[in-house]
């Protein structure tokens, strides 16, 4: 392919052929990824036919939105894509920590205890539990909250898991995506045997996964292996990159009543929530998902496969299975993690000109260095990066909704390393 593009655009000869040297050793990998977005279009697009999506759902509402048909189809389309009763996704849920703050209050009562058997959960959720101080988290309603770390390598911890749930254990929440930490991210397959372990200990046992950045990433969801809830942002995977908002909740009806319950009010659950013009995006959007995740997919394995060939550590390795989009690439150093990301955000069709610098995030508790030129503010979707300043410095890479971008953006990243001389080529 002629480079001359690349060229105008900042990526230099050198960086371009090592992309297209690396790329040629990746084509089995972009097969099997295709394969799965075959596997899941057909999957949603069934889903919107079995309930006769037509052009009366894209209508908008306001006010109460009762009888809102709109967005009680396509609950029902996630429904049944997911393969669960019942489905709460409204653009009243701002976003994935929001979706999973109801999740939790919703079905944890005083008293109940909270239990992850997959070590400390995504940063913003120790506000929510309480595991850092802060006012209205569960801790302060009385629900207490324990945990068993993964083994040094990853692995589910499966002897202490057994003497960690007692009577009082309500819910347990699983974290498919590493976040914010260099662990592997786990498997549907293991989600499931996890699940089943746990309720064979205590039946009743309400598991909930932390479904972030995963959806479409495989043939299966941890719906499909026991999980009782299911929880998601819509400016992720299933938005597809085009709900400007929104969150998702799937899993068993009774569950699902009670976040609904929880979301509006007592009495009203699902019976109100205007859809105020947002269907389109929303509909379209889960249609376009599981090939956008696709596309996030490739630029993640081409990511890791570049930043190896430079000899960085990078979770997980270009070779191994994904379970989700994101990729982890340990740097090293502060000034690596602010020229990977001037190279995303230079690579960007959206305030490409900014140049990212670590801040103070809210419901971060260590400066987090952002890059995103999203067209949805903060979309991790799009083509983005970020990751907390602090050891070992790594950036997390992940989006992309279109493989040709996140190709650039690698790329650019790449150029932007060698510009600072933090590698040689
Ligand atoms: C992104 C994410 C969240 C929180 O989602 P926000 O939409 O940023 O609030 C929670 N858990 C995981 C694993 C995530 O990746």
Not at 79 to 100: K, N, S
Not at 403 to 425: E, N, P, R, T
Request: charged share 20%; net charge negative; hydrophobic share 40%.
């Amino acid at each position: 392919m002629n480079n001359n593009v690349y060229a105008e655009i900042g990526v230099s000869d050198k960086v371009y052929a090592l992309g297209e040297k690396v790329l040629n050793a990746l084509h089995d990998r972009f097969e099997q990824i295709d394969q799965t977005a075959e596997y899941n279009q057909a999957k949603v697009i069934a889903a919107m036919q079995k309930n006769r999506v037509n052009a009366t759902c894209f209508a908008a509402t306001s006010g109460y939105g009762y009888n809102d048909v709109g967005r009680d189809t396509l609950e029902q389309v996630y429904a049944d894509t997911f393969h669960t009763e019942a489905a709460l996704v409204r653009p009243q849920i701002t976003c994935g920590t929001h979706a999973l703050a109801v999740a939790l209050s919703a079905n944890l009562l005083p008293g109940d205890e909270l239990y992850s058997p997959v070590g400390r959960p995504y940063d913003t959720l120790e506000e929510v539990i309480g595991i850092r101080e802060s006012a209205c988290s569960l801790a302060e309603y009385g629900v207490t909250y324990s945990e068993t770390p993964l083994l040094p390598d990853g692995s589910i911890d499966y002897d202490s898991i057994r003497t960690a749930i007692h009577p009082n254990t309500k819910l347990a929440t699983i974290q498919r995506s590493k976040g914010y930490a260099t662990r592997p991210t786990l498997s549907v397959q293991q989600i499931g045997d996890l699940i089943r372990f746990m309720k064979e200990i205590k039946p009743d046992l309400i598991c909930m996964v932390d479904n972030c950045y995963g959806e479409f990433t495989e043939k299966i969801e941890p719906s499909d292996m026991g999980a009782d809830m299911i929880v998601g942002s819509l400016i992720k995977n299933p938005g597809g990159g085009l709900a400007p908002i929104g969150g998702y909740i799937c899993g068993t009806k009774h569950c699902i009543d009670r976040c609904a319950y929880r979301l509006s009010a007592p009495g009203l659950g699902q019976e109100v929530g205007a859809n105020l013009g947002l269907m389109p995006q929303l509909y379209q959007g889960f249609f376009l998902a599981p090939t956008v995740t696709a596309a996030a997919t490739k630029g993640a394995i081409f990511a890791a496969a570049m930043y190896e060939q430079l000899g960085f550590r990078v979770v997980p390795a270009s070779s191994e299975d994904r379970h989700d989009i994101i990729q982890a690439i340990e740097l090293g150093s502060e000034e690596a993690m602010v020229a990977f990301c001037s190279g995303i955000q230079a690579a960007a069709p959206v305030d490409s000109y900014v140049t990212p610098i670590p801040w103070d995030m809210p419901g971060y508790d260590s400066k987090v260095i952002m890059a995103a030129g999203a067209f949805v503010q903060g979309s991790s979707i799009e083509l983005s990066a970020d990751g907390p300043i602090r050891p070992p410095y790594a950036v997390y890479f992940q989006g992309g909704l279109t493989w040709c971008h996140s190709k650039l953006g690698v790329l650019m990243s790449v150029q932007k390393m060698l510009d600072a001389s933090l590698i040689s080529l």
